[in-house]
């Protein structure tokens, strides 16, 4: 079985396509203060996302995730969100798994594959929600409008892990799985907290 099928079959474990909050956000389903909640705790992770591009050496896509961590804040007050450090157990720990993660080039691929090869189809579904259910204003779009069709990060990210040794290869397997359960997790904890 090639690297691809089996970082796929981790992501279909956890394919964050079909997370309630993530279905909910689709169907209109969540209160704009729920939308408030996962920007300020989300964000969090987002910001860290440049750190992995570092680790890789790729510091023009560590600039372009700066400014798509912009993004994300236009989106937070698009909604009239505020930002700041994520304070639910889970969102914690997503920021430290992805700071842990990201800390050396290996475990790095594995973790900002989980992300990358999943953003382009939730971006897509959050836009959709947004367009369908959400009246808020056009900066609240552009993150998922520009996240919606970008596939070359991912595409990026698995050629270098296809050079890999079979051992590395392993360590990325690790990654990934770590964080695609973190990024599940996460959401659980916010769709929790807006259900209570």
């Not at 552009?142 to 290869?169: C, D, M």
Request: glycine fraction near 6%.
């Amino acid at each position: 079985m090639n690297i691809k099928t089996q970082l796929d079959r981790i992501l279909e474990t956890w394919d964050l396509l079909k997370h309630p909050f993530y279905q909910a956000w689709r169907a209109g389903d969540l209160p704009v203060e729920a939308l408030r909640l996962y920007a300020r705790e989300y964000g969090g992770f987002i910001n860290i996302l440049p750190q992995g591009w570092e680790t890789l050496f790729d510091t023009s896509t560590a600039q372009e995730e700066r400014e798509h961590a912009a993004l994300w804040a236009d989106f937070t007050a698009a909604i009239g969100g505020v930002g700041g450090e994520p304070s639910l157990v889970e969102t914690e720990k997503l920021a430290r798994d992805a700071a842990q993660l990201f800390a050396t080039p290996v475990s790095a691929l594995g973790a900002l594959y989980a992300f990358e090869a999943q953003q382009p189809a939730t971006a897509k579904s959050k836009l959709e929600g947004l367009r369908s259910h959400y009246q808020v204003p056009k900066a609240a779009a552009r993150y998922f409008e520009l996240h919606s069709a970008n596939w070359e990060e991912s595409t990026k990210i698995l050629v270098q892990i296809e050079g890999l040794p079979l051992a590395l290869q392993e360590k990325v397997l690790l990654a990934c799985k770590q964080m695609a359960e973190s990024l599940w997790a996460a959401l659980t904890g916010i769709y929790e907290t807006c259900s209570d």
